[in-house]
């Protein structure tokens, strides 16, 4: 404030608030809260955040995360990785974006170190392992990712795949294909015991399924430290040991 009483525009913080802003915006896309906030800021007070770039194929199935990117007001540059990105394509299209929403294409450390810029990166899925997590963590970068956002079409899928397996459905369908009407029977999934290795989301979901089989569910999960969340009928697979032969495993 000077003497006149007239505000003086921002001096170094404007910096710290544009990384602030782009923390904001990294966040509610890693979570999928793409709802603009009714009492946002006016037009004229809304910070330029830079330059976004969107590689996850995904991210235009739905129009609502790119409005609210240019609401926010970023530049937003589009190049699905499904149209074939090199890494040294991805090298030239990060060196200067401030944000990077991405899918299942390998964000490199040559990627990460060359985009001076890059303040954050998003993942349109789940799991860092597709992430050099190293390389960003040396250069403070926060990567977030989208839980909860594929693991219930992934249990259906599961269960689809148990159920084609067990029923033999593919054998059945290339049998009718080339002409022939054969009695394939295949094996029920009913009273089987189904092993679940890892229940977390998915894991949890398949057993919910799973019991609409009336299958017996077993299951091991290093980090949980209590049965308090497991599905309702999940039992430790310690307990099932010596029932483990002829059970169907999930990974």
């Known amino acids: 404030m000077s003497s006149s009483g007239e505000r003086q525009p921002p001096g170094n913080d404007t910096g710290e608030m544009n990384e602030r802003k782009a923390l904001e915006l990294q966040t509610k896309a890693s979570r999928g809260l793409w709802r603009i906030d009714k009492g946002a800021a006016r037009q004229e007070e809304r910070m330029m955040l830079g330059k976004v770039l969107v590689t996850a194929e995904t991210f235009g199935r739905s129009s609502e995360p790119g409005r609210f990117l240019d609401s926010s007001g970023c530049e937003v540059i589009s190049h699905p990785a499904d149209t074939g990105l090199t890494e040294g394509q991805f090298v030239e299209l990060c060196h200067d974006a401030?944000?990077?929403?991405?899918?299942?294409?390998?964000?490199?450390?040559?990627?990460?170190?060359?985009?001076?810029?890059?303040?954050?990166?998003?993942?349109?899925?789940?799991?860092?392992?597709?992430?050099?997590?190293?390389?960003?963590?040396?250069?403070?970068?926060?990567?977030?990712?989208?839980?909860?956002?594929?693991?219930?079409?992934?249990?259906?899928?599961?269960?689809?795949?148990?159920?084609?397996?067990?029923?033999?459905?593919?054998?059945?369908?290339?049998?009718?294909?080339?002409?022939?009407?054969e009695a394939i029977v295949g094996v029920e999934l009913w009273k089987k015991t189904l092993a679940i290795v890892?229940?977390?989301?998915?894991?949890?979901?398949?057993?919910?399924?799973?019991?609409?089989?009336?299958?017996?569910?077993?299951?091991?999960?290093?980090?949980?430290?209590?049965?308090?969340?497991?599905?309702?009928?999940?039992?430790?697979?310690?307990?099932?040991?010596?029932?483990?032969?002829?059970?169907?495993?999930?990974?």
């Open 98 to 181: 401030d944000a990077l929403i991405c899918g299942l294409e390998p964000v490199t450390a040559r990627v990460i170190d060359n985009a001076r810029r890059l303040k954050a990166i998003a993942r349109t899925g789940v799991g860092y392992d597709t992430v050099d997590v190293t390389a960003a963590t040396r250069r403070g970068i926060p990567i977030g990712i989208s839980p909860g956002t594929n693991d219930q079409s992934v249990a259906d899928l599961t269960i689809g795949l148990m159920v084609a397996v067990a029923r033999r459905l593919i054998d059945a369908h290339e049998s009718v294909q080339a002409g022939r009407w």
């Open 198 to 251: 890892g229940l977390g989301r998915v894991g949890k979901a398949v057993a919910r399924r799973a019991r609409g089989f009336d299958m017996r569910v077993i299951a091991v999960d290093v980090f949980s430290t209590t049965r308090n969340s497991w599905p309702s009928g999940a039992s430790s697979m310690s307990v099932w040991s010596r029932r483990f032969r002829k059970s169907i495993s999930s990974l």
